[in-house]
């Protein structure tokens, strides 16, 4: 019963560099979130899909892109890294509609140090 | 956007005391969550309580979506307890309050 699965768990990077988190979901959820979250703070979402091939800014997109090629796959990429990207990232899905009140399950989280 | 307030910001318990935590929003939701974030980061799913009351084990939440709060209760703590507590609402896209660090000293 994997639900929501990240990749990787941990990773640093220099600044300048790029790359990719993966987030896989096994619930046939049309919805998927990328969420980052600062020490003493709540998660903020940076983008989001409502569905295979579609995506969306969030309240702190800058500095991301996001893919969704295939519906139980979402990806998160940093094309430069900057140290203040340096954050925990966690990725969610969940069913329903853009209004509709389905709950959302959440991944274990992607540390990212950026130095 | 939508407001999400949480108090107390910080919480120090006795084993086997009871809390209530408290989740002000500033509009009208269709979806309210409780989580808890373990030592290890990880975010476990509390509850899923857009209005009424819910109960698991020593756990309970209350949502008044017309008074636009939400209280979660912890009975009898244990240190397993410890960790940060997040409301979550949404009337769209879900939006965290700042959390509730609670400390459960054996």
């Known amino acids: 019963n994997a639900g929501v699965t990240q990749t990787p768990k941990f990773r640093v990077l220099k600044t300048g560099q790029s790359m990719t988190l993966l987030c896989a979901q096994d619930m046939n959820h049309e919805y998927m979130y990328w969420y980052r979250q600062d020490p003493g703070m709540g998660l903020r979402l940076i983008h989001y899909?409502?569905?295979?091939?579609?995506?969306a800014k969030g309240e702190v997109p800058d500095g991301y892109n996001v893919s969704r090629l295939k519906k139980q796959n979402f990806l998160l990429g940093l094309e430069s890294a900057a140290p203040s990207q340096t954050s925990v990232y966690f990725c969610?899905?969940?069913?329903?509609?853009?209004?509709?009140?389905?709950?959302?399950?959440f991944g274990d989280g992607t540390r990212l140090s950026i130095l | 956007g939508i407001q999400v307030e949480q108090s107390p910001p910080d919480l120090i318990l006795q084993e086997g005391a009871n809390s209530t935590l408290r989740c002000n929003f500033s509009?009208?939701?269709?979806?309210l969550q409780w989580f808890h974030q373990n030592p290890w980061g990880q975010l476990i799913n509390l509850f899923y309580i857009p209005s009424g009351t819910k109960q698991n084990g020593r756990l309970s939440a209350t949502t008044v979506a017309t008074e636009r709060y939400s209280l979660l209760y912890i009975s009898s703590s244990q240190t397993t307890d410890s960790g940060v507590y997040f409301c979550a609402v949404r009337p769209y896209k879900l939006s965290f309050g700042a959390g509730t660090t609670v400390t459960v000293r054996a």
């Open positions: 509009d009208s939701v269709n979806n």
């Open positions: 969610a899905s969940s069913s329903g509609t853009a209004y509709s009140n389905q709950p959302q399950h």
């Open positions: 899909s409502v569905g295979e091939g579609t995506t």
